[in-house]
């Protein structure tokens, strides 16, 4: 497995990698330490109650979203940024077709594995 990225990410030389439930990615930078990843949502998608050892910092580039971090919901537009503590509960809706930038600390070993992304759905459907 290959432990960083290259140093310049062309997103649109990059087809989005579909992870099931109306939701894709691609990544924009990684190594040991961080992670950066472009997710795209349809409207209606959803990332279901989850929690994992990284902190993770959220950046919302278009759309609408209801996000619910231990236990507190906030409605989350375009321009707004959300913070997630290591190992707290949380999860999103998709209310308005929209992207969001997700950054990790560590790197999430998890998505460089290929594995399937059990909080996003089913990687088949759509």
């Known amino acids: 497995m290959k432990r960083f990225s290259e140093k310049y990410i062309i997103t649109k030389d990059m087809e989005w990698e579909e992870l099931g439930g109306g939701v894709s990615r691609k990544f924009l930078g990684y190594d040991n330490q961080i992670m950066m990843v472009r997710v795209k949502f349809e409207k209606g998608a959803l990332g279901s109650p989850h929690q994992h050892f990284h902190t993770q910092a959220t950046f919302c580039v278009s759309g609408k979203f209801e996000f619910e971090i231990?236990?507190?919901k906030?409605?989350?537009?375009?321009g707004d940024g959300v913070y997630i503590e290591p190992n707290l509960l949380h999860s999103a809706v998709c209310l308005?077709?929209?992207e969001l930038i997700d950054t990790f600390s560590p790197v999430r070993e998890d998505f460089l594995s290929g594995d399937g992304v059990s909080y996003f759905g089913d990687k088949n459907s759509k």
């Open 70 to 72: 231990d236990g507190v």
């Open 74 to 78: 906030q409605i989350v537009e375009a």
């Open 96 to 98: 308005e077709e929209g």
